[in-house]
């Protein structure tokens, strides 16, 4: 299958208006875990390079990212990819706790597609940054919320959960858990703080 930037665009625009049915195709995809693994590194390196590159165009908030970049590219890098691998595993484990029916697969492959729209529109932001500041910051919190929305329907169709509710539970308490093991992994091994501040 060819994949071109009108029917790339198709994809996000489509996951972002129907993100069951998105979630739905993605999950029927059934692609190996090693390729997915390997997806999953790719966009934590193309996160890093994105947001190295908007910071560098303008101070506008960036999809995603609630604050700036605390480390070298690196140590961000390691970051991203601990927290990113770790919140999968958390995505899983706190909803099948509340009764939820997926599976690690299913967790890894709908991060990988979630990562994958996050990215684009970071990529338009990057655009419209060079163009208007003003109209990038506002695409930026439209965007942030149209992911907020996409996620946790992910979610949702992820562990089979009939309500919304029940999927911020679980999404709350696998980014509490995400954050409490992401930053003693990170403290233990040093990683925090690797290659000093920018």
Partial sequence: MNVTFQSWMQAVW????EPTASARQALAMN?????????????????VIFVVTLQYITNTPVVMQDQMLPTTPFGFLAIMAVFLVMFVFALFH?????????????????????????????????????????????????????LVWCFMNFIKILHGFDN???????????????ALLSSIFLTVFGIANAGGPT
Avoid at 123 to 129: E, K, N, P, W
């Fill in 31 to 47: 692609v190996p875990r090693n390729v997915l693994w390997t997806a999953l590194a790719l966009t934590a390196v193309l996160n």
């Fill in 94 to 146: 706190a909803g099948r706790m509340l009764g939820g029916s997926g599976t690690l697969d299913g967790s890894l492959t709908l991060m990988v597609w979630f990562q994958a729209i996050s990215l684009t529109l970071e990529a338009v932001q990057m655009v419209l940054a060079l163009i208007s500041p003003a109209i990038a910051t506002l695409f930026g919190l439209l965007a942030l919320g149209a």
């Fill in 164 to 178: 919304l509710l029940k999927t911020t539970v679980a999404v709350g308490m696998a980014l509490i858990a995400t």
């Fill in 14 to 17: 489509t996951s972002i208006m």
